[in-house]
């Protein structure tokens, strides 16, 4: 049979849910043609579990050595360079190796703004503000097109960004620094989960709203205009608790969102950054458990390697200015973290 009959079959059987059929004959179909992109398509769809499953790590890991090649092959699919990041940043961890992808992705797309949107996101949850709204105002700069949804999106990492910019260095968290005081306040906090947002609400909101009814209802007036006016000033009060909830949320739980960003500090780099008592705290449990699976098996292959963070280390940030450099490019080669699990 040719290509283009497994190719079929494999469309069909995944139609029928059937996974494992849908990868062998897809991957029958690129054995014999390696340029038939739709049958990686297919191929990379049945490696992956069904909406709402999260991919094991060896799935996530197939899955993107194909995207790999698709993209090597056909680099103006920005559906695959999507699945790619994706991949990489959120299902991985691998923020850095993601960075890298997406200016990749910018080098033969350099109008689209999603992979500038996309690392510069990265690069705040990473703490370097100061690179995330240099990539965020270059989206202004070269004058880019932008949708309703990506520019809410932008607008708020801007807001973010910004607003973080303006702390002093000292105090933004560098998971690689041994002894910044972050860690201080992360050890502090460790024994308990972070407060939610809606709990931090609650208990700001529902005594001055006890207040506020009682009083308001001593005395005011039993008049239309007066329950108009109750009811306005009850309403401007749960507006101001919300507000204030959310910049609670943020003071209050600091300590957890710099453990998060030293967890995926670890994830990014493959070397481990935290001691053992920190690891085995309720926080850290309560984060891990919010992770996906894939993201999970790999820190977890990490903490068993335990490689420590080498004195010499530095961040491996990509040149943001390739894309202006015409000719030949070349697609990033990533770490061998990977290559166990990715089929050739």
């Known amino acids: 049979m040719g290509a283009e009959t497994h190719y079929l079959n494999a469309m069909e059987a995944l139609d029928e849910g059937d996974r494992e059929r849908a990868k062998a004959e897809a991957k029958k179909a690129t054995s014999i043609d ?5 049958a990686w398509s297919i191929y990379i769809e049945a490696c992956l579990p069904p909406a709402g499953v999260q991919p094991t790590m060896a799935e996530a890991a197939q899955a993107l050595s194909a995207v790999k090649r698709v993209v090597a092959g056909d680099p103006s699919r920005m559906d695959m360079w999507m699945r790619g990041g994706r991949l990489l940043a959120d299902e991985l961890g691998m923020l850095h190796d993601a960075l890298h992808w ?3 992705c910018r080098e033969h797309a350099p109008d689209e703004v999603m992979p500038v949107v996309e690392m510069a996101s990265i690069l705040a949850d990473m703490g370097e503000y100061a690179q995330a709204q240099q990539r965020l105002q270059s989206i202004l700069n070269d004058n880019m097109d932008v949708g309703i949804t990506q520019y809410r999106k932008i607008t708020g990492l801007l807001q973010l960004v910004q607003t973080a910019a303006t702390q002093q260095e000292q105090d933004i968290f560098k998971p690689y620094e041994k002894h910044h005081d972050g860690w201080v306040a992360i050890r502090h906090k460790m024994r308990k989960p972070p407060l939610s947002e809606s709990v931090i609400f609650l208990v ?4 001055l709203l006890l207040i506020l009814v009682v009083l308001l209802g001593r005395y005011s007036a039993p008049t239309w205009s007066a329950i108009c006016l109750n009811t306005l000033v009850i ?3 749960i507006l101001v608790c919300m507000r204030n909830a959310k910049r609670w949320f943020q003071l209050l739980n600091r300590p957890a969102f710099n453990l998060l960003r030293a967890m995926n500090f670890e994830a990014a780099t493959g070397y481990t950054v935290m001691e053992e008592d920190i690891r085995t705290s309720v926080l850290y449990m309560y984060i891990m458990q919010r992770k996906p699976k894939a993201w999970q ?15 010499n280390w530095r961040m ?5 200015s390739s894309h202006l450099v015409e000719g030949e490019k070349e697609l990033y ?5 990977l290559d166990a699990y990715e089929e050739e």
């Open 316 to 320: 491996r940030l990509p040149d943001f």
């Open 235 to 237: 309403m401007i009060v």
């Open 297 to 311: 098996e790999r820190t977890l292959k990490i903490i068993d390697k335990g490689t420590p963070l080498p004195k």
């Open 204 to 207: 700001t909101a529902v005594p």
């Open 102 to 104: 997406w200016q990749r």
């Open 333 to 337: 080669t990533f770490g061998e973290q």
């Open 34 to 38: 390696a340029e038939h992109y739709e």
